[in-house]
Structures are given as structure tokens and as C-alpha cells.
């Protein structure tokens, strides 16, 4: 039991390595078999083999639930972690005939492959993230309540300003919330814009405000990755020479 | 009075606590329901619901802030205070009959939930914040002076090269600003932009510079976070170890 | 002469800072005279008004300018600074009749305003600025030849795979180099996109190596500021305590 | 042999920079040529002066490339370097007549415009961008395979919320890519956007997560770099004086 648990879990052993290479081959199997049933113009064969994949790997995925949840230590812990979670919803859909189409969350399965990167030279990137990330998630969630708090005054002051103006596109304030979401995060589709002056010098205050806060999580994270990184250097190897007599 | 005060304006009594939770959901459910009257097609029950929360809602509104004023240690300064007149926007509206609908600004007092961080884990990180922002406040000026310099060359720039192939667009140099800031902050909505040569190298011109100047702010804020954050661990804990031994 | 000249270039006499603000002034007057005299739905009286003050704040430049032609200690210097020319473009234009109308140039003087700047509690903000691009300019120099370059390459490759799609929006080299400017900065007017898997696919490769790329100055920018502002503070007074003690 | 070698790979002699410089001006006249062949309305008599310049800059890169091989301490080695590619690419279309237009892999042959700051001042910023680079290599990785997953789960999320809502627009994940590539980087052209509110959360989800992702690359290289230019003025010159003196 013991052994199995350690090839199913961990991948430090040969055989690990083996289960966890298999089982992200049929992630990338299924995620692009999936992608490629959704092409609408395809020939009956195709769709043959692509139901074909579909069935092989949902097989191996409920199989390797199954093991997982056979050989966890605890198993109630692993069926109601995230991966735990993210396993079941991969297969669940399959097996229930439910009105809502819900395959699409086969694609979360996609997440397991950030295990390739826990191998080899990528591991300490990976647990410097981690450090990095742990150290501003206070940060990152003040900003984001401030995030939220300026999407929700934007959207109102701007059905304020354009509601007379525009009644089909600012036709409410949750119709304005996704001119705000569009607006403060620079993607701008310009489906829905100001025309009055009002509005335009509203949104160029808010726009002033906004570029100052929601730019900011990315820059906290750049530079604390850049702290772990110069600890990590500092504490494993002597920093600067190996760089410079390359 | 002074215990009175003392709930009304800290949070750190239970009773405190509670007047604080109180105030914060009537805002969200008064911040809620204003934003479902805005949409159009609601059903005459609704809305009759709805008109009663906005009643129920301002008169609490209403209570707080008389008993807010009625503790105030000096009452001219809670009065004029950022926060004084927030609450007033927001219950004045209501009682007087103007022709301009001002109901929306009691989104404003959303910013009251800023409160809610104020507790707990968070303080830190508000206090942190402060401490980031009034540092680089100077240079913050700064760049918002630049870049209001920017986006005025930049429309009356602009103006010059598009004003002839389109008259409509770019008729006049506050057109022009709306065109400057969609572009400078890269939010791009597409309503407008050059067409003729000189005004597309103009347009890149103006974006070589832009970029450098728009974007700092949200960097400089990071940094001087990411400052904070660094005194502050060096301060009350010792900084590596409980991040790298969990 | 010293005396005239220590007012008219210098702002540290009483009769040196009216004088400032009094060309402060004329130029805002000036700038905003400007700009409303595009808008295309003026009444007659207005435009006889707006007309009045464009002569005056000409005159007034003019009259500055000689002023700074005679006080100056090196006049071939102050011709052909960089303001000194500012200030020439701002008023030739006036006086020669030519057919391209490049009163537009006056809006160049704004730059003028910067000297509000220097004076006050700003002026360390500003001296930081120039310590802080001097330290980046060989890195800003750098990552504009490498954002041309590039634009440059983006834009051949572009054309290859949408020429014969979109044979009108990229009909050549210098075309698509407009979508490589829209595109790389971010900005996505939506004027003209690729539409084939291929050009679609080479847009993804582009924006993953642009991103990485026209982004970084800002960041630099950011980080020499802060290093400048930790020197400031370092050699004129004790860093954390005014901060944290208010 | 030695010598010409010298001259042909390296700049540190008088012929050695001659012959850089050529080259770097063949490949410009080639390259803007080549951009103004793509203009649809030239003059017949233009396009034969173009074919000329094509020709003759061909038959330049031909010889240098021949003696680039020839003077090769290892001919293996530079044949396949990616300078050695990329100088065989510019001329090899020229001389197979195939069906499909590679010419424009001539642009890549603009990389070698990079040399020109390997020389004089510009080569220390060279070599602490490598330095830089080499530093946050993993973290680039990390960051770019993290991207991509987002990329592919938002594209199977956006086609689950918008493919009945707008069954052309996103048919299917694969053309959700598109969308997902758009909004991420936030270049958001509005050729394609979500109008489902369903969707238009899912884009607002997306986008929290995709902004403190996609954004962190560029900061970590900003970061990186002010890091190798401190450790550079360190171990060169004394930092500050040489910047607050003049």
C-alpha cells in the first residue's frame, strides 16, 4: 500500500515519474480532443475517434480517482481538497445526464500539469512563487476589495452621466459594471463607451485612480519574487560569479 | 456619552463591533438594491420591495448620522470631515426634490467598507498602504502633472495631423483629449483613432512616451509597499523563517 | 541687467516668482484660448473674444521672448535651448503667413508650466526624476531599439500571414507596422486584427515576447526612483520615524 | 585567414567596424526596400529601381555569408547558430522558387542591427540585460506556462458561457483562444467580447487572476535589471557622486 501511495503521490521514484508522465499525457490527450470536438465543421470519422478518446481517457481518469482515493491516508482530506475536487468534476459530468453541458470542467484537469514544473530545475521557482506569493497576499486582497470598491462607484457614476445619453448600453448599473471591468483593466472592447463630456471626464478621473491600483498586485508580486529570489541565491551558492563567467 | 461615542466611532468593544457590521450591511443591502432599481425590466412587486428597502435604508442612514454628529467629540470637524460629508450625500438626496437625480451618490458610501479591513489581519496591511502611499505622494503629483501635460500635447498634436481627413472625429482639441486619454492609459476603445500617416507616427510617438510615464505610478506604489512590507517584518518578527518552514 | 536677469530666468525674488506665475498664467490663458477656439459651434461674440486674447498672449510671449534674448548671459544659448526654441514656435507662427497653420506649436509652451515644479516642495520630486532617468537612459535607450526592432518584425510577419485574407487592411509593410504600434502597446483600437489561425497564432507569440518587453521601462523607471527617493531620505533626514510617528 | 576572421566576427578593429557597418547597412537599405516593395500603388519605374536594391543586397548577403562560413573557426557551429540561420533564411528564398513568399524571413536578418550596440557605450547595458535575462530565466518559464494554462481553461470557460449566446463568434475553443489572447494581454480589439452576464463575470474572474499573471514577467526583468546595474556601479565606479554633480 505503502509503495503504491508513494508512486500515486509523489514522483521521486522511477515508477512515480512513469504514473505522474501517463497521467499527463491523457490530461493533454483529453484537454486537446476536447478543444477539437467543439470545431464545427468536422467529419463523421473524426468525431468517431474523438468520442473514441473521450471514453478511453474519462476510463484512466475515474480509475486514477478511484487509486487516489484507495491509497490517501485520509481519504475524506484528498476527496474535498482542491485537487480532490478538481478530479471529481473532471469525471462526474460524464457519468450524469444533466441538462447543463458541464464536460468544460475536464479542462481544470489542465491545473495538474503545474506538476510537470514541481520536477527538476523548476522546483524552486515553483516554491519561491509560493514564498513570494504567501508574503503579499494581504497586499493582493486589499487591492482587490479596492479593486472591487472602484469598479462599483465607477459603474454608478457613469450610468449616472450616460444613462440619458445611452439608455441601451448604460441601461442599469450592472450593465455599467461590465464598462467598468472593461475600462479600469485597459482591455477596452469599445462596445460600450462615454459620449458625453460628463462622461469622458469621468472616466478619465476614474481611469487616473484605477491604473494606479489594479497595476499595482502585479508589481507587489514582481518584487517580493525578486526578494525570495535574491535570499534563495544568497543562502544556496555565492551570487554574482556564476553569473558573470558565463 | 463617551461609551456611546465609543461605539459609534471605534471597533473595538463587541458592541462596537456590532454597531460597525450593522452599518456596514445596511450599505450593502442599500448599495444592492440601488443597483437592481436601475434595471429596466423589473416587475411592479419588486419594485415596490425594493422602494421599501431604500425607505428602510435612509432612515437608518439618517439615525446614524445624527447620532454620529450628536457624539462627534468636536462636531464640525465630523461635519466636514471626508467621511461627514459622504454620509450626508448620500441621505440628503432622498429628502430633497431637485431635478437632477443625486441618488447615486450614495454609492459613496461604499467607501465606508473600507472600515471592514480595518479589522483583524488586515490593519497591517491598510497601515502598511498609508505608510507607501505618503512616500511617494510627491512623486505621484508628479507624474499625474505629466501626465496631464501629455495628454494635452498629445490632443492638440493630434488635432493637427487628423483634423483635416476627419472633420468629424477630431474636430475640435477637447475631441482630441478623449482620444488621449483612451490611447495613453491603452484602454483603446476604438471610437476613434488616426488614419493618416502622420498622425499614426505621431500616435506611436506619443505611446513611446506615454507608456513610461502612465505606467510608473502603479510601479512606485509597489515598490514603496514592497518597502513597508520589508521594515515592518524587520521590525516586529524575525522575516525568513516562518515562510520557509511551513 | 543682473537684476532684470535674475528675475526673468531665476524664481527665487518675490519680483522672480510674480513674473513666473504671471507667464504661468499667459500660457494657461493662451492653451486654453487655443482649445476652445477648435470647437466648431462658437457664436460670433465669443470668437471675437477668443481672437481678442490670442493677440494679447502673443504679444505678451513675444515681448518675453526678447526680454529673455536681451537678459540672457549667452543669447546664441537661450536661442537654441530646447525652451528657448519652445518659445520661438510659439509666436513665428503668428507672424508668418504660411499655409500650414502651426499655432498648434503653442501648445509646446505647456511644457513651460513643469517649472511650477521647481519651485516649493516639488523640487526634490523633480531633481529625483532626473537623477533617476539619467541612472535608466542606456536601459530606456536599449528597450526602445529592441521595441522598434520588434514593431519591425511583427509587422513583416503580420503581413506574410494576413496579406491575402485581409488584402485592404494589411496591404503593406507600413500598415501593418500601424497594427504592431496598436498591438505591442496594448492600445487595440480594433481598426484592423488578424483573422487567420496563422496570424492569430503568431499574434500570441508576439505579444508574449512584446509584453516581456514594452512594459519593462516603466518598471525601471519605477525602481530608479525608488532607489532615488532611499538616498534622499538616507542623506537628509532619519527615514522611518516622520512616517510612522504621524 | 586569422585576420579576416577578426575582421568578419569581431569589431574591435578599424576593419573589423568598417565591415560591421556595411553589413548593418546593406541589411537596413534591404529591409526598408523590402517595406516599400509591399506598397500596393508604386510606379513601374520604383519597382524595377527596388528589384535593383533587391539584387544587389541579396548578392551582398550571399558573399557574407560565404565568408562567414569559410573563416569559421568551427563551420558546424555557425552554420547552425541562430545568427547562421538566420543569415541563411534572408537569402536562401531568393534563390528556391517556391510556392510559398518567404522573403519576409528576410526581416530577421534586423536582429543583427543589435550588434550595433554591442559596441561603445551601449555594450554594459547589453551585457546586464543578459545577466538579468539569465537571472529570472525559470520565473519567465513559469510565468509563460502559467499563462498559457490560463489562457486554454478561460477559453473553455468563455466557450461554455457565450457559445450559445453567440454561436459564431465562439464556435469553438479554439477560436475562444483567440478571444482568450485578446483580453488577457488586454489589447481587447472588440472584434470579439462576451454578452452574457454569465460570461461577462467569467471575463471579470479571468481577468483578476490573468492581471497579477501576465503583468509579473516584465516586472520581474525591470527588477532584475536595476539589480545588475546597482551590483555594476558597485563594482565599476562610485554610485552616487558622478550622478548628483553634474
Known sequence: ????????????????????????????????????????DLSPETREVLRWVDWVTILLFSAEYVLRVVVAESRARYVFSFYGLVDLAAIVPFFLSTRLDLRCLRALR??????????????HAVRRFEVAFRRVREELVLFFFATCLLLYIS?????????EAQPESFQSVPHSLWWAVATLTTVGYGDIYPITPGGRFFTFVVLMIGLGIVAVPSGLLATA??????EDAGSTEVRVPPESSS
Chains 1, 2, 3, 4 share one sequence.
Open 225 to 230: 519574487l525578486t526578494e525570495a529570489r535574491v
Open 1 to 40: 500500500m505503502t509503495s503504491i501511495r508513494r508512486i500515486v503521490e509523489e514522483s521521486d521514484t522511477p515508477a512515480g515519474r512513469a504514473f505522474d508522465l501517463a497521467v499527463q499525457t491523457a490530461i493533454l490527450v483529453s484537454v486537446i480532443s476536447f478543444s477539437l470536438e467543439t470545431l464545427p
Open 155 to 163: 459603474a454608478v457614476g457613469i450610468h449616472y452621466f450616460e444613462h
Open 110 to 123: 489542465f491545473l495538474r500539469l503545474f506538476r510537470v514544473l514541481k520536477m527538476a530545475r523548476y522546483s
